[in-house]
């Protein structure tokens, strides 16, 4: 990379580029300077690279708009080509829809603004198209309200250019900008309150949302702040101010036209198609941050709610941009250009991100290797912070989105296991004396689980003897639980014999042979399949190797015994009674026999909703794990054939111009004539002619071959829907068998049932200003010395209640996740499962989950 390069990729940075030093006009000075040197040999990788370095470092974009500015000076072509390539992103990335590129796009142009080189009354066009576009999206007549997040999304945009250009419109251009803000006046008083249940992290606030002020509005209101305190704002540099007086006398252009992409408009359809297109439209413009507000007020750093608006889109822009390079993107989000701490704030919006519904727009573990490596760069004040963030969140455990409390262990029992598996778990050791069904209490066993998976049983008790007690909440150190140990064990002599027969490389076939005769015919199919199972097991128990191995040579012997469903259940009891020592090779037995269609995932279900699973529901994640396998291989199934009917679609588009081409070829040389001895004959000599028939008969082949793989595709992807709206039917069913059979009844009124008190939503909330520690709050069951006093914990909820409340949790996760395939089949769904005299509180959680109105319940 040459020094140009390395400066323009570096400028406002705290490097050894620039000697160290963080004075911004210094840095633009050197950086313009080697730009001007390169110009003449560099021009258009200066300009390519100028507009990357916009796109993809947006919390730089003021230096870059300076450096933009600078160059204009001295070549205005350079400018206005500038000023023709942003256009021209703009509009693809609005055509698009991608919602990143039209955000810092859209910065990007208004700081260009504030460095003469786009005119003032350019920027108030383009805020007024997309403000005329969001108010016909939810007009009625003209429009289609289902699609008010791409309506949001476009005010959001104008509303966050304003801390970087608010102050040079105002004074540049004051009636155009005050017309733009009564259009968003008037457009904030006509939309829908945003209401996402689906996607709220903490239960307790469902209830506050439809209060409480959306992202929107929320906004809106930080910008009235920032306008009534003069459009001063810390957190955005402003560069262009040194270098004003040479900027003034640049020329500015004219930003061409720009359009927005029409949405249908509304008509008589049903409700559910409504609601599922917008649905559509939320996952194709979501909202960017949902805060999860994880510190009090009196630890987070303190700042305007502008600055804190501006820090957190600096850190998602890293995080998006810098996604693959976790080490790049922990250094830039610990030197952010701002001149105020963030710690507080950077924890609360990367764990945002994990707990971000209904996906998180990257992989958890890129979060996970992004806080380690923060934790490293700052190791005076980060990993306080996240511990800090932990005990926060383990003291709302019970108060967690199910989904997200899953998250929530993965992360911290991988986080754990990069630092040697220390944390101070006396802290929590209160925990052992609570109930069986207690969120804390399940949240420290699973994460204990989760440890054992990574490490080995003995290093994690060891790392838990600070707090003794917690041994009991470790899964057994016994991996597995053969039956046939001992001849007096009967079936003991079937299972030898059998081992012997696996271990001389006896073909699944003569196996076959062997169990018809010498167990079914004996013994019965039960049995069979017990001695079966738990011989295989044993063998393949070495490693997860050996156990493929098994499955893979031996598939056959158990596809024949578990020919039905009922069979294909007494299956995965035997493995989860042979792994009961052990979760995680249960889910990965099960679920590779699943992949080798062994078991059905109807047979899951059935497996999962058995009374022995039931009872787990609320003090394990076992049951949960399998089920959640299940759904995602069979989504996975379904996402891998439309991704080959893709291919295959664009393969027989190209085939088929392929025979068209060796077709007129063949058919151009067959009838070109020549005149020989006054006689017209054929030009071509017959061998050539032979060949190109060849050629077009071969790809006309090729065609037909292709065509015919597309067709088999599309009736793999037909039976898989079918199977896949089975699955729905049979899971919802079941889900609604179980909570009708224990949630308590509607009252005579209508009204609903509470299974949690706001005391007892309370009794799970810490006060962490009383202590740095953040220790546990009086209400739960635990006995300690606090200044002299006995503190006693409790968890009060009752059994029935808090498996009500996982299981209910869980129905809203499984329709939240997967409402995408849900959605095409809601009314089957409706008129087989929620439809008659269903659990309001069932419906209620299924609706949630799908982001469908609960209004009318």
Not at 86 to 114: G, P, W, Y
Not at 323 to 339: D, F, H, I, Q, T
């Amino acid at each position: 990379m040459s020094s140009w390069q390395t400066l323009l990729l570096r400028v406002g940075d705290k490097c050894p580029e620039y000697g160290g030093a963080v004075d911004y006009k210094e840095h633009i000075e050197t950086c313009y300077g080697v730009l001007w040197r390169e110009f003449e040999h560099s021009k258009d990788e200066i300009s390519e690279l100028l507009l990357q370095c916009a796109e993809q470092l947006p919390h730089k974009i003021p230096f870059y708009g300076v450096l933009v500015g600078m160059i204009n000076l001295e070549d205005e072509d350079f400018g206005k080509n500038i000023v023709d390539d942003l256009h021209c992103k703009l509009q693809e990335a609005l055509s698009s829809e991608n919602c990143d590129k039209i955000r810092t796009l859209m910065r990007f142009l208004t700081v260009l603004m504030c460095s003469k080189v786009i005119l003032p009354s350019s920027v108030i066009e383009v805020f007024e198209t997309l403000l005329s576009s969001a108010a016909t999206i939810i007009d009625e007549d003209a429009g289609n309200p289902s699609w008010q997040p791409c309506a949001d999304f476009y005010i959001t945009c104008i509303l966050s250019c304003l801390p970087w250009g608010g102050t040079e419109l105002i004074e540049q251009v004051p009636d155009e900008f005050d017309r733009v803000i009564v259009g968003i006046q008037s457009y904030l008083s006509i939309r829908k309150h945003s209401q996402d249940t689906s996607f709220i992290v903490f239960e307790a606030d469902e209830d506050k949302s439809a209060k409480e002020k959306d992202f929107v509005e929320d906004l809106w209101d930080h910008i009235q702040i920032l306008s009534t305190n003069g459009w001063k704002v810390d957190s955005v540099p402003r560069p262009h101010l040194s270098f004003e007086e040479q900027l003034v006398s640049g020329k500015s252009y004219n930003l061409s036209p720009i359009s927005c992409p029409k949405q249908s408009t509304s008509s008589s359809r049903s409700t559910i198609s409504r609601e599922r297109e917008n649905y559509e439209a939320k996952l194709k413009y979501p909202q960017r941050l949902r805060r999860l507000h994880i510190f009090p007020s009196n630890k987070i750093e303190k700042m305007q709610p502008i600055d804190r608006f501006i820090v957190e889109e600096y850190l998602l822009d890293v995080l998006l941009y810098f996604n693959g390079c976790r080490k790049e993107c922990a250094s830039y989000m610990a030197s952010l250009p701002v001149p105020f701490r963030y710690e507080y704030l950077m924890a609360e919006t990367i764990f945002s991100q994990i707990m971000f519904l209904p996906q998180p727009p990257f992989k958890p573990i890129y979060y996970a290797l992004v806080i380690i490596d923060l934790c490293k760069a700052l190791p005076g004040a980060f990993p306080a912070v996240v511990a800090g963030a932990v005990r926060s969140l383990f003291n709302r455990i019970g108060d967690l989105d199910m989904e997200c409390r899953t998250r929530l262990i993965l992360w911290f029992s991988h986080h754990l296991s990069n630092f040697q598996y220390f944390w101070p778990w006396e802290e929590w050791a209160h925990v052992k004396d609570l109930p069986i069904w207690a969120p804390q209490r399940v949240f420290v066993q699973e994460v204990l689980e989760r440890e054992v998976r990574l490490s080995y049983w003995d290093k994690i008790k060891q790392s838990i003897e600070n707090a003794p007690e917690l041994e009991e909440l470790l899964p057994p150190k016994s991996v597995s639980s053969f039956k046939y140990n001992s001849e007096e064990d009967h079936g003991y002599t079937l299972s030898k014999e059998f081992r012997e027969m696996v271990r001389g490389r006896k073909t699944a076939r003569e196996i076959t042979s062997w169990v018809e005769e010498n167990i079914i015919q004996i013994h019965g199919s039960k049995f069979a399949i017990e001695v079966v199972i738990q011989t295989l097991l044993d063998i393949g128990s070495k490693s997860f190797t050996h156990l493929i191995t098994v499955l893979e040579r031996y598939g056959q012997v158990i596809a024949k015994l578990c020919t039905d469903q009922n069979m294909q259940v007494l299956l995965i009891d035997e493995v989860s009674s042979y792994w009961k020592n052990n979760t995680q090779m249960t889910a990965i037995a099960i679920d590779r026999m699943m992949g080798y269609r062994i078991i059905s995932n109807l047979a899951i279900v059935s497996w999962v909703f058995s009374l022995s699973n039931i009872e787990q529901f609320h003090v394990s994640d076992r049951p949960w794990e399998i089920l959640r396998n299940a759904i995602n291989k069979t989504y996975n199934r379904i996402a891998d054939l439309r991704k080959e009917i893709q291919t295959l679609k664009k393969s027989v588009l190209l085939a088929e111009d392929v025979a068209v081409k060796a077709l007129k070829e063949f058919e151009a040389a067959e009838t070109r004539l020549e005149v020989v001895d006054g006689q017209p004959v054929q030009a071509e000599k017959p061998g050539r002619l032979k060949r190109l028939k060849g050629y077009a008969e071969k790809a006309k082949d090729d065609e037909i071959a292709v065509r015919e793989a597309l067709e088999a595709k599309d009736a793999l992807l037909a039976r898989a829907l079918e199977e896949n709206k089975s699955l729905f039917v049979s899971l919802y069913k079941s889900f609604a068998n179980v909570l009708t059979e224990r949630l308590p009844p509607v009252s005579a009124d209508g009204a609903f049932p509470k299974l949690r008190d706001e005391e007892d939503i309370d009794s799970m909330a810490i006060d962490l200003e009383e202590s740095s520690t953040m220790e546990m709050d009086h209400d739960n069951r635990r006995k300690d010395d606090r200044n002299g006093e006995k503190v006693t914990h409790r968890y009060s909820l009752k059994e029935q209640d808090q498996w009500c409340l996982c299981t209910l949790g869980y129905v809203k996760a499984f329709s939240r996740q997967y409402a995408t395939e849900v959605w095409p089949h809601l009314e089957t769904l409706e008129a087989e499962v929620f439809g008659g005299d269903i659990h309001p509180l069932f419906r209620k959680a299924v609706f949630s989950g799908l982001c469908r109105s609960t209004t009318e319940m």
